[in-house]
């Protein structure tokens, strides 16, 4: 044992092996750590701090939130007669048009979005969520039989969807204008149809296929059996909104991950009568009434809604982070008085 401690003390090794690791710092583990003492000031700083700040932020959104102005009608039964038109699957192709009106007590200032809103909706199935190819709408010229569309890639008759899958052959298409009531004139509310979607999908995940026109670079295939248009007419009066890179199917193809969910729709433009937001007034909706939910035992829905810098009517965020404060609040005070016991306690048994 005495030649083993002065072998170290020369500096040699225990271990002379050489599978033994090397006698350095890193090796060893004797790198310099950072061991933070943690007193009771710390500790209890350290909670109250948190929940002061959690509190803080959560009542600030909460607040914001409820400031948002928003008015939602469900329109599902309002149009009965469209409503027994669609259960009818050989009645895709017929329009079938109704009207909800509606009043606002006081005005929307402000930029006013459009939503369509589904409740009772499951877009989360994997089946679903994977029924699409992200090869055929970059607008590559691929073999979609190879893709995840699985029934809905082709007809018997052996012609390609475009686009195939469940999530496109499923997407919302109700046509919704808005119309204002001024005096004994009814006027049409300006809404904008491009620039709903998120930059990236509009600019890297959609793309068109190449060619002089869109027909012709959609020729040879057939719309999804529950289209009543091809891919290239989606919007008649825009054309750069129309294909893969149609501002509508792009967000339907963002699949939501809750059953109750609403997508952008529109835009108020901010013009004339409508400059400042949506004034107070009588309005109507004009319905094209094409997407059946009765099936499902689903809701269909159209929300006018403002924004703030917290984002849209959604108070979780701010519910989330008042529960944390309080938790952090609380655990403080429950530290603070097991500390004042335990030194009560030590201090009595010192005398």
Not at 27 to 54: D, H, N
Not at 291 to 307: D, G, N, Q
Request: charged fraction near 20%.
């Amino acid at each position: 044992m005495k030649n083993k401690t002065s072998f170290l003390q020369q500096g040699g090794e225990a271990c002379p092996d050489r599978r033994c690791p090397d006698n350095s710092a890193f090796r060893q583990q004797r790198l310099p750590a950072w061991k933070p003492q943690l007193t009771i000031a710390a500790v209890l700083s350290t909670f109250f701090l948190t929940g002061m700040f959690c509190l803080s932020v959560g009542v600030c959104l909460i607040l914001s939130a409820n400031s948002i102005r928003e008015i939602q009608i469900d329109y599902s039964d309002k149009c009965s007669d469209c409503l027994k038109l669609r259960e009818n699957s050989s009645n895709w192709n017929k329009e079938c048009p109704c009207s909800v009106n509606f009043t606002l007590k006081e005005d929307i200032l402000g930029d006013v979005f459009m939503y369509c809103g589904l409740q009772n909706f499951y877009q989360n199935h994997c089946r679903y969520v994977i029924s699409r190819s992200d090869a055929q709408l970059l607008g590559r010229n691929v073999n979609i039989e190879n893709s995840y569309c699985v029934l809905l890639t082709t007809y018997p008759n052996g012609m390609p969807m475009a686009p195939c899958g469940a999530i496109a052959n499923s997407m919302f298409n109700d046509t919704l204008d808005l119309f204002y009531s001024l005096n004994s004139s009814v006027i049409q509310v300006p809404l904008l149809k491009p620039g709903n979607s998120w930059w990236t999908d509009k600019n890297v995940k959609f793309r068109n296929p190449k060619s002089y026109n869109l027909s012709s670079a959609f020729a040879g295939t057939s719309r999804p059996p529950y289209w009543q248009k091809p891919v290239y007419l989606l919007d008649e009066e825009d054309e750069k909104n129309n294909g893969y890179v149609n501002d509508d199917f792009i967000i339907w193809m963002r699949v939501s991950a809750f059953a109750t969910f609403r997508n952008l729709y529109r835009r108020v433009r901010r013009i004339r009568q409508f400059a400042d937001g949506l004034p107070a007034g009588n309005y109507t909706f004009c319905i094209s009434y094409n997407f059946p939910v009765t099936k499902f035992k689903a809701r269909k829905h159209v929300i006018l809604s403002t924004v703030v810098w917290s984002g849209g009517s959604n108070p979780f965020l701010g519910i989330a982070y008042v529960v944390s404060g309080t938790a952090a609040t609380l655990a403080g005070f429950v530290i603070t008085a097991i500390h004042l016991k335990l030194r009560k306690r030590k201090t009595y048994f010192q005398k």
